[in-house]
């Protein structure tokens, strides 16, 4: 059981409200660049990959233009639009080969984010499924429930009351519960590989973003709300400007390599997405490529390679999401 | 009766049918066709635009949530008017007449092989009365559902090749069984999932032993493997290892899945429920077929219909019982069809009994052309004279388009799709069949052979009270446990004690759970024949199974003997391996097979030989060894022939492993081996299945029968042997000689060339591993 002293006082992200007379909503361009490297210790045989790398477009964001190269040239190179609109991009690469690289291109228009103050306030229990209205589709449902890799865990429950105390506004829920995660949990990259559970990230309280996407996802389902997993990438440093960045920057985490966060489906705006591993509601900084219900659904990058026993390779991933002037090339 | 392992427990079976007439049948097949058209909408919706996931009709909300809803499986094309290629439901009647379904298997829809073969069987036991009925038969039935799987794969004016994907040891034989049939109802060859490879643009069968060489193209997969089992990159880990890529390959369209990924969502129990308001809205019908209530059983009032069955306790009269019926609704060319019969299970608290389901013909139905089979059952016994091994008693999974030849001209369809046959598939599971089947084959027959001679001679030495017949029953026993490998066997009794030698005789005949029992070894060969239908001959399916009878007799009554019993298996075997030799082209699939009955008759003649004639004895026990050893060998003759001289060891042994004419001894098996070796695709720069084989063959042929049979020095008669790594009993005694060593390093090296056969031919040299991005 948890209780309150064992607790840091979480810090509480500001709420972007828009308020009359603003200025129309800044845009920010950006070129994004992700390239996956596997290096092959022996020639292997056969190499398959399924991708979700292309930005999508959103209220927020335009997509400019999009392409996957990939290098041995791939025998089949295919993208669909998946269950939840993302794109989804296929490879095969057959033939025997030493390196892969995966280089994802993109250029895309972010506009600012900030919600209406009314329906920021509306207290959070007026937010689940009853009061979603005719406008939002019924697929919304498949985010209100657990799903694979965030089944229902007693102590996200707790989490949840937490947070979601009675007829409290449902932006100042967010804002806590992206307060609390952020305070209460450990960002460490060692601590957690995809197969970590979400049990295990409650448990050891330590992780990496897509582990706090998913104890905010169970925190907000625990509270009868929709909440999706949101899989994507930060800007990274400026300095480095049309040029890969490998370092990361120093004030984001995450900025080095793919991102993720959640959005929370709230009646009269749509879908707020918060970052728990920034403590910040999601804004222009943020390039978004795919949602689903949890990490299994848009890992950005997996594959099955196909080789002599035991061989071994070793993995370099490098992102950048640098602004540019719009209009520029 | 219906599974190859001889000891399954065969189903109860009644043999009064749940008899339906042509208007029962039409109200319930019409409901049947009608309830399959709203689940292949329903499938065509939920895997597309999931527009019904928005009306208040569907339950959004349960379907979302079923882990049988395949996300990556949205947006694949069907190449057919209809999704779905087939639907098993099962009905239940109700005492006012309505028929309800009681669940519909959508994933993995099955049993109409296993309806065949009820049918098949039941009309064999009374012809007569299947004979006097006008009903339905279930052929026609297959040859429209394999008409319409023919034009639906056929692209580029190629025959379309479709292929059975079964798991490849199904635990449950019943299912095998129904498995094979289905699969050789189409037509089509069983393949396992590590037999199939995506590529760019197609789907391809995997040869054995070729990496880099596609097989043949397959453009339908029939799926008797749970859809979410199949992918591992886009449906995550499973325990049949999967094919990478299968779901994008259907995605682009090179291969067709029947049913199609994720039709299991169809299952789901709200849906069912939901299925009356679904079908108003999506068809714009009523639906005939109501779900069953959530509680069937008498307390709920809706009481079930009872049909006529045998009394399970076993009286006289007739009673009735409730049934369920098990129907299979396939895709004809442009909507479906309902298989004219099946399979009732009775539904009571009695043990359950399984009942063909007949629906009869009305008076007035004028046969069609090809009028002149029997009207009724499937053809029965000697009447199916024109119809191939197929037809004729006891046949196992045979070639069905061969039992309906004589109707084929009646059907226009067939006369363009024969120019478009496919050949036999090869894959590796069905080469690593055929390698096994040569092995199985050889050691039925020589444990047969083994058996038989000693129990014949385990009656005259019986009778005798010397000690050479004392020592010569007791090396036989030995022997037999020894080359079976079965121990501790005959080993640990008393071979005079005739009760304890009778029981492990018995238990080493019909003991299937019994790894080396002669039961166990026909099990597995039968089981071997399972994916082999195209590739050997149709004459072995009638041999196959009169071979199962010949156990029957074994486990049966002491009337016979079981010297006949076992004579019946050899016999089988000898017809087999005829019909094999006479019927199987010569390619890569006959040199499998010949590469694995010659690695099985060699070790298994090493290891007599070692047994029997390892140790050195009296003269007179030698003399009558080395007879039985002539006889278990089948040289007799040839030792005659080519030595003026009673049977000894030394002679026997030059005979056995130097005579290069001889088809028992050991060097002719190896000069076969060494050029079937040689025909083997890339064998010829493979060291690792060179060098086993080059030793072996110096090393047996510098044996010297002299040399190999003087006991070791140092070592006095009666003592035991150092180096025999098998235990030896005192009462089988005996000096121990070199051979004793030599067999031993030489079976090794058959068992290297054996392991390194199937390594390099059957099992994937490559492996497979999971890559992707741990951190973000």
């Known amino acids: ?329 | 009766m219906f599974a190859a392992d001889v000891s399954a427990p065969t189903p109860v079976i009644d043999p009064v049918p749940v008899v339906l007439d042509a208007e029962d049948w039409d109200t319930l097949s019409a409901g049947l066709i009608q309830r399959v058209r709203l689940l292949d909408a329903l499938y065509a919706d939920l895997y597309g635009p999931r527009t019904v996931l928005g009306t208040d009709v569907a339950p959004a909300a349960e379907l979302l949530q079923d882990p049988a809803y395949l996300r990556s499986a949205i947006g694949i094309p069907s190449r057919g008017a209809t999704h779905l290629f087939a639907v098993t439901s099962t009905v239940a009647r109700q005492a006012d007449g309505s028929w309800v379904v009681l669940e519909d298997s959508v994933d993995v829809p099955d049993g109409a092989g296993f309806a065949l073969e009820l049918r098949r069987v039941l009309s064999r036991c009374a012809p007569s009365l299947y004979r006097s009925t006008e009903l339905r038969r279930l052929h026609p039935f297959f040859d429209t559902v394999r008409t319409a799987l023919h034009r639906r794969t056929r692209t580029d004016g190629r025959a379309g090749r479709t292929v059975v994907l079964t798991a490849g040891d199904p635990d449950d034989p019943l299912r095998a069984f129904d498995q094979s049939w289905l699969a050789n109802l189409l037509g089509s060859p069983v393949v396992s999932v590590g037999d199939l490879q995506t590529g760019s643009g197609s789907l391809t069968l995997r040869l054995p032993g070729v990496d880099s060489d596609p097989g043949d193209t397959v453009d339908a997969l029939v799926r008797l493997l749970p859809s979410a089992q199949l992918d591992p990159l886009d449906l995550g880990p499973t325990p049949y290892g999967g094919v990478t890529g299968l779901v994008e390959a259907a995605r682009c369209g090179d291969v067709e899945m029947l049913n199609p990924f994720g039709a299991g969502l169809l299952e789901n129990p709200a849906l069912r429920a939901a299925l009356p308001d679904l079908c108003r809205q999506i068809l714009h019908e009523d639906l005939q077929l109501r779900p069953a209530a959530p509680t069937v059983g008498a307390s709920t009032g809706a009481e079930p219909a009872r049909w006529l069955s045998s009394d399970p306790a076993g009286g006289d009269d007739l009673v009735e019982r409730p049934v369920r019926l098990r129907l299979m609704v396939i895709a004809s060319e442009d909507g479906y069809e309902v298989l004219p019969g099946g399979v009732a299970h009775t539904d009571d608290e009695a043990p359950e009994a399984l009942k063909d389901i007949w629906v009869t013909v009305p008076e007035t139905f004028a046969l069609p052309e090809g009028a002149d089979e029997e009207p009724g059952g499937e053809r029965s016994p000697g009447t199916g004279s024109t119809s191939g091994g197929a037809t004729s008693e006891g046949s196992a999974p045979g070639r069905a388009d061969a039992v309906d030849s004589g109707a084929a001209p009646a059907n226009g369809a067939g006369v363009d799709l024969g120019v478009l046959t496919a050949y036999p598939a090869m894959t590796r599971s069905i080469g690593s069949d055929l390698f096994w089947f040569g092995r199985y084959l050889e050691r039925v027959d020589s444990t047969a052979r083994l058996l038989r001679t000693v129990l014949d001679t385990s009656n005259d030495l019986g009778s005798e009270r010397s000690a050479s017949a004392g020592t010569a029953q007791a090396v036989l026993l030995g022997a037999v446990t020894d080359v079976t490998t079965t121990y501790p066997g005959f080993l640990d009794l008393d071979p005079q004690d005739p009760e304890s030698v009778r029981s492990e005789i018995s238990s080493l005949l019909t003991d299937s759970g019994r790894p080396g029992s002669l039961a166990q070894s026909y099990a597995s060969l039968a089981h071997t024949t399972r994916t082999l239908r195209d590739l050997i001959s149709d004459d072995v399916w009638p041999v196959i199974a009169r071979m199962r009878g010949s156990f029957h007799l074994l486990a049966g009554s002491d009337n016979r003997p079981l010297e006949q019993g076992l004579t019946d298996i050899v016999d089988g075997c000898l017809t087999l391996s005829g019909a094999v030799a006479d019927s199987m082209p010569r390619n890569l699939g006959w040199d499998l097979t010949e590469v694995g009955r010659k690695l099985e008759r060699t070790m298994g003649l090493l290891s007599l030989l070692r047994a029997t004639l390892g140790h050195r004895r009296t003269r007179a026990a030698e003399a009558r060894i080395a007879g039985a050893v002539a006889l278990i060998t089948e040289s007799g003759a040839s030792y005659r022939r080519t030595f003026h001289a009673a049977v000894q060891p030394e002679l026997l042994l030059e005979l056995l492993l130097h005579d290069t004419t001889l088809p028992r001894s050991i060097a002719f098996q190896l000069d076969r081996l060494n050029s079937t070796l040689d025909r083997l695709p890339e064998v010829t720069p493979s060291p690792e299945l060179r060098a086993p084989l080059t030793a072996l063959r110096s090393r047996i042929g510098s044996w010297e029968p002299q040399e190999l049979l003087r006991p070791a020095s140092g070592t006095a008669p009666g003592s035991t042997s150092a180096v025999a790594s098998a235990p030896t009993p005192a009462a089988r005694g005996g000096a121990p000689t070199s051979m004793l060593e030599e067999a031993d390093a030489a079976i090794g090296s058959l068992r290297e060339l054996a392991t390194a056969l199937e390594n390099r031919f059957f099992r994937p040299s490559e492996s497979t591993s999971r890559w992707g991005i741990d951190d973000v």
């Open chain 1, 1 to 329: 059981m948890m209780s309150d002293h064992q607790h840091l006082r979480p810090q509480a992200p500001e709420i972007p409200l828009r308020s009359e007379g603003d200025p129309s909503a800044d845009a920010v361009d950006y070129l994004v660049h992700h390239l996956t490297s596997y290096r092959y210790a022996k020639p292997v045989s056969r190499n398959y990959g399924r991708a979700h790398v292309e930005p999508r477009a959103t209220p927020h964001q335009r997509v400019l233009s999009h392409e996957v190269v990939v290098d041995p040239v791939p025998t089949r190179l295919t993208a669909h639009t998946d269950f939840y609109g993302n794109s989804s991009t296929y490879l095969l690469v057959d033939g025997p080969h030493s390196q892969l690289d995966v280089h994802s291109h993109a250029r895309v228009t972010v506009s600012e984010r900030r919600y209406p103050a009314e329906a920021m306030s509306r207290p959070w229990e007026q937010c689940g499924p009853d009061h979603w209205g005719p406008l939002l589709p019924a697929e919304s449902i498949d985010f209100v429930h657990p799903s694979p890799r965030i089944p229902d865990q007693g102590e996200a429950h707790e989490i949840s009351a937490r947070v979601f105390t009675p007829e409290r506004p449902i932006g100042e829920c967010l804002a806590d519960l992206t307060g609390w995660i952020h305070a209460n949990f450990t960002y460490d990259s060692r601590a957690t590989t995809v197969t970590s559970t979400l049990e295990e990230v409650l448990a050891e309280r330590h992780g990496v973003c897509q582990d706090f996407a998913h104890v905010g996802v169970a925190a907000v389902r625990a509270a009868g709300l929709a909440a999706r997993y949101v899989s994507g990438y930060l800007r990274t440093a400026p300095s480095s400007e049309g040029a890969l960045v490998t370092e990361p920057a120093d004030e984001m985490i995450g900025s080095a390599a793919s991102h993720a966060w959640l959005s929370v489906l709230v009646p009269g705006i749509g879908w707020v997405d918060i970052d728990p591993t920034n403590r910040t509601f999601v804004d222009q900084r943020f390039v978004t490529t795919a949602w689903g219900r949890d990490y299994a659904d848009v890992p950005p990058l997996k594959g099955i390679v196909v080789g002599p026993p035991g061989a071994t390779s070793t993995l370099d991933v490098a992102v950048g999401v640098v602004p540019v002037a719009p209009g520029t090339p």
